[in-house]
């Protein structure tokens, strides 16, 4: 049977068992209301106790008429509808400033399942529409523009495929491509569409500290490779963390990250921007980063004036390539960072919550490996500036609107150019999730 089939014939098992016992349950207590054994009002009552009694048994893996592992297994996925407007001026080597707009309706789809193997082992793979050909979309998006090619399919790709070991309570081993282990409280360096492949080690301890939570990510992780390289291109990071509870309403949360890219300097990476030093020739330096960040949040801030406001947060991150210095007599071009803040609802799940976010970053053209940045702020490239806002209203539960506005432009200088060609983008999702 080929993996489709499999995947197919796996979602179907997990849906027809579901149909086919609420479609019993429902037959056998219609025929007692119809001997008139039990009224309606205390049939549907009866329906609904047992459905959420069969949902407990089959969290905990107890039911007895679904196999175990169907039991241990959980499906997920989303889907966005999308309309974007890009908007660039093109100011270099011209007299005339040229204007370039594009509208494009875009989609992405993204399904998966985790597995519980034992009490201490998980398989997690999901699939995603997108490109899998080593362009700068193939790492940093899932969207596919409909009208490309007429009405034919649309490709979907392999997004995650990965085996979880817990260890311990406080300890995780993960191993595979996997969602990113490394926490940021913005996406100034990793486009959150990015899965690492690799290993990962994450730690977490609640209970040496009060009211603190001490965490530790460590990864080893592959950004690129190829035969003919005597080194492949390796990410040895490590990242010391902490989450301090003032009280029930005020956290803290901050971390300390080391990045060291080996095998990297001389190299062209897949999925490059362009924008490094010799990107699209051979990576003219070496990139090691250090890269603090913190974000604290605050529940129902403005609640001593009288005011509804659930949620309140501001966040920060700054990244310097510190190899830079070593390699490069000037010295210049290796720092970026982020300032931001979002207030709201913490969470956009039912009908009227809302969330405002606004971000403003920068990143010089050698700061990070220009294959990591979010692909919508300046196109995913380095040696620039950036303005966002984004605003999400709740349509009813797992499903809201988004609209998201970036204004970005070329930092001078960076480039051997006096001009800043800016750029605008605007998107506007419509967002389900199951």
Known sequence: ?????????????????????????????????????????????????????????????????????????????????????????????????????????????????????????????????????????????????????????????LDYAYAQYNVTPWATVIGGKFKNPLWEPGDLIWDTDINPEGGTVKLSMTKLIPNTELFMNAGVLLPGNSSSWSADPTLFAVQPGIVYNFNDKVQLKGAFSYYDFTGVRGKVLSGNAGTNSGATTGLAYSYRNIIPAAELTIKEPLKFAGLDLPYFALFGEYVQNVALRADDTNGDDNTGYMLGLKFGAEKVEKWADWQVRYNY??????????????????GGKTGMRSHELMFDWGLGKNTWIGIDGYYGWQLKGNFGSTQSKPASVLQIDWNLKF
């Open 1 to 157: 049977m080929r993996r489709w089939e499999f995947f197919v014939s796996f979602i179907a098992l997990i849906f027809i068992s579901k149909v086919v016992f609420a479609g019993e349950v429902d037959i056998l207590v219609q025929k007692l209301v119809d001997k008139g054994i039990l009224t309606p009002g205390e049939a549907q009552q009866i329906v609904t106790e047992t459905k959420e009694e069969v949902k407990k048994e089959i969290a905990k893996g107890t039911y007895s008429s679904l196999p175990s592992w169907v039991q241990n297994t959980k499906l997920k996925g989303d889907f966005r509808l999308r309309y974007q407007h890009d908007h660039a001026k093109v100011l270099a080597n011209s007299t005339t400033n040229k204007t370039g707009d594009q509208n494009r309706a875009r989609i992405r789809m993204r399904l998966g399942f985790e597995s519980k193997v034992n009490d201490k082992l998980l398989v997690g793979v999901g699939i995603a529409t997108g490109k899998s050909d080593g362009s700068a979309d193939a790492a940093r998006s899932t969207n596919w523009t409909l009208g490309d090619g007429g009405f034919g399919k649309k490709p979907i790709a």
């Open 361 to 378: 970053a920068m990143l010089e053209k050698d700061a990070v490996l220009d294959t990591l940045p979010d692909s919508d702020r300046y």
